[in-house]
């Protein structure tokens, strides 16, 4: 079981804007450690979107977009397109754990 | 261009041993953290440890403290992850990543995975 928490699952039209959840505690995002976002597709390296809760690495469409409020943290994708659909993780940092990175479980974004 | 390459897919039985690579190239290979992440078949991505080239200082994750071994030659600009004795639940597809700069920073490059396949 992850220390964040993170849908399965997600599916969206083409076009369509959804969100992807990252739920946390007071010993990771909420003591206010930054969130990251990455993106695995299949058969190629996993690839950095976010950083530091809302930045986007150069290259990185602005269609992604990330956030973060309390205790959790967001991964918003607007237009959504065929190439979108593959899992994305949330990783951020706990205290009770050294201060050791810790990722979410991932959800598999599905472009219907 | 910034790059890391981990070394081919490897097949073994319980109890053998395996050391298997990520070399980087593009940047200066000494100065940025090399971390590694194990995926097990089905599961998500798991925070096995970290290692700074430079003075060859690592840290594990708890869940992986004496399970393996972190280590980097510099002069070759790789880092390494090895078993004395591999278990069938080793099983996963293995990540190297770098860290930027600070302890906070993400893991801003990847490998393209060592898929470790222990079977008897």
């Known amino acids: 079981q992850s220390v964040l928490t993170q849908p399965p699952s997600v599916s969206g039209a083409p076009g369509q804007r959804v969100t992807l959840s990252c739920t946390g505690s007071n010993s990771n995002i909420g003591a206010g450690y930054d969130v990251h976002w990455y993106q695995l597709l299949p058969g190629t390296a996993p690839k950095l979107l976010i950083y530091g809760n809302n930045n986007r690495p150069s290259g990185v469409p602005d269609r992604f977009s990330g956030s973060k409020s309390g205790t959790s943290a967001s991964l918003a994708i607007t237009g959504l397109q065929a190439e979108d659909e593959a899992d994305y993780y949330c990783q951020s940092y706990d205290s009770s754990l050294s201060s050791s990175r810790v990722f979410g479980g991932g959800t598999k974004l599905t472009v219907l | 261009e910034v790059q890391l390459v981990q070394s081919g897919p490897e097949v073994k039985q319980p109890g053998e041993s395996l050391k298997i690579s990520c070399k980087g190239s593009?940047?200066?290979?000494?100065?940025?953290?090399i971390g590694w992440v194990r995926q097990m078949p089905g599961k998500g991505l798991e925070w096995m440890g970290i290692?700074?080239?430079?003075?060859?200082?690592?840290k594990y994750s708890p869940s992986f403290q004496g399970q393996v071994t972190i280590s980097a030659d510099k002069s070759i600009s790789t880092a390494y992850l090895q078993w004395s004795s591999l278990k069938a639940s080793d099983t996963a597809m293995y990540y190297c990543a770098r860290r930027g700069r600070d302890d906070y920073s993400p893991l801003d490059y990847w490998g393209q995975g060592t898929l470790v396949t222990v079977s008897s």
């Open positions: 593009g940047y200066s290979f000494t100065n940025y953290r």
């Open positions: 290692i700074y080239p430079g003075d060859s200082d690592t």
